[in-house]
């Protein structure tokens, strides 16, 4: 049945949405699917593979390195400040665009999108430009003892500078299309802005909060070219889980690199099963809140 | 409780667009006025400019004798019915009605026990018994509609004010409605302000009709006052259709009448 099923005139199948024959469909799929096993699993089950290579031994070796320690401890710390901040600025700011009209909008929706428009060695050469040795606030800074470049805020700053765009460019075409009616009936039955916000606006958006979230701190965590550029690449001090990866990979410790590299696909993989897992729990409740994608 | 609204001299400019131009309108204690008008004759932003969400130009609206313009949004009482329902979409039936309760400040918020009790009063009012538990997209158009009205009555409104309030809904319902509508004003007795564009709607509902046009209120009265003596031209054809519908109506009672000349 299955292989005369190709020969069957396509009037027999009224519910195909398109009119590609069966053979065209399978190869189609393959090229797709291989595609996808060679540019996206392989290379990820590499990773892991390699890590495994001098077995469990070498793997949890790597991971009572106070270097890596102290990798692993800056990555979250610098995701623990960047995210937190990027969303509470990222809400702020979608909900001014949103359900206000002031002037320079425009201006403003440009700016959301900056960090996503340039490469992100440039985002941290900007904060060297700035605050760095030769810099326009350097010597002032040095004066008084604050070190930004080549220290941990220059690496927070680096990082929320480049993640900041996830949050606001998820809420900010929802919150639009929600238009402000929800809010002004609120405010006709008395409430305050504050209520309006906490019990009408945010519950509206918040799954795309969510999803805004996730991937802000999945990229926060995985920053490299920014961060690369005013870490100064200081074992033990300002060096990020990426960074760190890199320098045990130029040192021929691969299995070092490797499996520093798989914690951080771990956590990647971790943040893209919360997000699957969150959407397929909560799907009647999303098509009730988000706009149809 | 109902307070009549005064209109005066009511000014809105959109950019260069004049949307009101110089409205003046009185709608006394417990009245239910219809506003009638062709589209984009600024019917909305009139009722827009009474609730305060838009600020007028010029002019002034008087809840009683208290200028509007002191009185915060909350203080105005002011219970709105929005053309597109504008429910709470995450919230359950009884969670819409009950908002603006919970939104009151703690020293005049009722206990829970009283607000569900309230909500379920009200549910009954609006005739939808047993319905608390549904989400807004889980209803019917005009069931929607129902729940709007009852969350806007919840706050023991001064004033009403209907921004089309039966506008997308088919006409059998629209029918059904209205009737349901002037029942519910008669037992109710709040000072109402409906827009509508449909004169039918207007003159079977309305104690008193506005007629806009253009930024302007055209005329002011009774549907008999209205059929009799239209102010403008405008008037004589917009309610042309009306006339035509009352005087074949006539016309169908009074064959007796000539026969017996
Ligand atoms: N926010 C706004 N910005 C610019 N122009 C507006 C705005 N709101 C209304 N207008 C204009 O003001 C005029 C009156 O609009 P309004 O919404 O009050 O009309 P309406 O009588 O309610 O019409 P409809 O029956 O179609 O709802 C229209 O010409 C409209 O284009
Ligand atoms: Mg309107």
Known sequence: MAMSDRFLPLSHHPERATSETAPTKAVLIAVAGLFLGAILFFPLVTVFIEALRKGWGTLFGTFADPDTLAAIRLTLLVAAIAVPFNAAVGLAASWAIAKFEFRGKNLLLTLIDLPFSISPVISGLVYVLLFGAQGWLGPWLDQHNIHIIFAVPGIVLATVLVTFPFVARELI??????GTSEEEAALMLGASGWYTFLKVTLPNVKWALLYGVLLCNARAMGEFGAVSVVSGHIRGLTNTMPLHIEILYNDYNFVGAFAVASLL??????????????EWRFAGELAATSRRH | MSVPVRVRNLEKTFGRYPALKGVSLDVEAGELVALLGPSGSGKTTLLRAIAGLEQPDAGQVLFGDIDANTLSLRERRIGFVFQQYALFRHMRVIDNIAFGLRARPRSSRPSEAAIKSKVLELLHLVQLDGLEARYPAQLSGGQRQRV????????????????????????????????WLRELHQRTGHTTLFVTHDQDEA?????????????????????????????TPFIDSFIEGIARREAQARDRTKPHVVASR
């Open chain 1, 173 to 178: 075409p929802l919150m639009q299309s929600q």
């Open chain 2, 148 to 179: 709007a009205l009852a969350r806007a009555l919840a706050i023991e409104p001064r004033v009403l004010l209907l921004d089309e309030p039966f506008g997308a809904l088919d006409a059998r319902v629209r029918k059904d409605l209205r009737k």
């Open chain 2, 203 to 231: 003159f079977e509902l309305a104690d008193r009709i506005a007629i806009l046009d253009q930024g302007r209120i055209e005329q002011v009265g009774t549907a008999a006052e209205i059929l009799e003596r239209p102010a």
């Open chain 1, 265 to 278: 696909a771990g956590l990647a993989l971790v943040t893209l099963l919360a997000k699957t897992f969150l």
